[in-house]
């Protein structure tokens, strides 16, 4: 019990942290760029949603166990697309889960799954 409750306070302090980095370096751009105002506000707005993308995409491949080149395109690839990629992704595994499926099966099945969500935009 005690080991789950420290980490529940690590993971709980690492993700404010990464909320106030992404403030941060969101403020920190828009004061490199001398915005004021309403364009500085609308710049913070979207430089922190992108963050937040940043994660989901991270979460995404980290979830999918990627690493090197694989893990550098997944991650270019949902931030293109605006995390689309990370929430298709959540689903398809979620439907392999759903019907049971393993190895090639669950392969076949999210690579299909990824495609038509895909042609769906």
């Known amino acids: 019990m005690r080991t789950l409750l420290t980490a529940m ?3 709980t302090s690492l993700l404010c942290g990464q909320a106030y980095a992404a403030s941060a370096a969101c403020e920190k751009s828009a004061d490199d ?3 004021s105002g309403a364009a500085r506000t609308s710049h ?3 430089c922190e949603a992108d963050s937040g993308t940043s994660a989901s995409c ?3 491949a980290a979830d999918k166990n990627l690493a090197g080149a694989a893990r550098t395109s997944h991650i270019k690839k949902c931030m293109a697309d605006g995390g689309a990629t990370a929430d298709a992704s959540a689903a398809c ?3 392999a889960a ?3 499926l393993a190895g090639a099966a669950k392969t076949s099945h999210v690579k299909k799954c990824m495609e038509d969500a895909a042609a769906k935009k």
Do not use: M, Q, R, W
Request: charged fraction near 60%; aromatic fraction near 0%; charge should be positive.
């Open 9 to 11: 306070a690590l993971a």
């Open 33 to 35: 760029k001398k915005l």
């Open 44 to 46: 913070i707005k979207k």
């Open 58 to 60: 991270e979460k995404s």
């Open 93 to 95: 595994d979620k439907s």
């Open 98 to 100: 759903d019907k049971k």
